[in-house]
């Protein structure tokens, strides 16, 4: 497995699923999961979600400290699967935190992981320019992210119809 994974996609492209398929052969991978079940749509996708995945993921929720929790739970013999960047970036900018600062903490301690890591990630700016400014600004942070993220990354992979196509 490489050491950092970067799997694109559009929604319901089948971009957690490839990722999840990484990890095949792995005895105990770690989920982070940065969505929360905020309504009866999204609490259905997770349930979905953690019954593909089966019993032999350890699951750890973690809507905004992202950086924090992958240095704690980064181990040679551990690899983990964020799902997904766009909803932590959602997060930040729900709870009004400094965007910036936290992309900066992510990038920032990427290279210091101790384990291989396979980041998820919606693709969202292939669409129309979004009609308001907050979507405008979803659209940029997660742009930049994404960019930042796969200049870091050993592997990145773009999954549309659920075929992955490597790009790096």
């Known amino acids: 497995m490489k050491k950092l994974t970067l799997v694109l996609g559009g929604t319901r492209s089948g971009k957690s699923a490839y990722a999840e398929s990484l990890f095949e052969g792995v005895e105990t991978p770690l989920y982070l999961a940065t969505g ?36 704690r739970e980064s181990r040679p013999d551990q690899p983990i699967l964020v799902d997904c960047l766009t909803l932590w970036l959602a997060n930040l900018m729900a709870g009004e935190r400094d965007v910036g600062q936290a992309l900066d903490a992510l990038i920032s301690i990427l290279p210091r992981l101790k384990g291989p890591v396979v980041m998820v990630s919606n693709e969202v700016g292939w669409g129309i320019v979004p009609d308001n400014t907050l979507a405008r600004r979803f659209r940029d942070h997660a742009g930049d992210l994404h960019q930042r993220v796969a200049v870091l990354a050993d592997s990145v992979v773009l999954v549309a119809a659920g075929l992955p196509l490597t790009l790096k």
């Open 36 to 71: 929360s079940a905020g309504d009866d749509e999204m609490s259905d996708r997770i349930a979905r979600h953690r019954e593909r995945r089966g019993e032999r993921w350890k699951t750890l929720e973690e809507p905004i400290g992202l950086a924090a929790a992958l240095l």
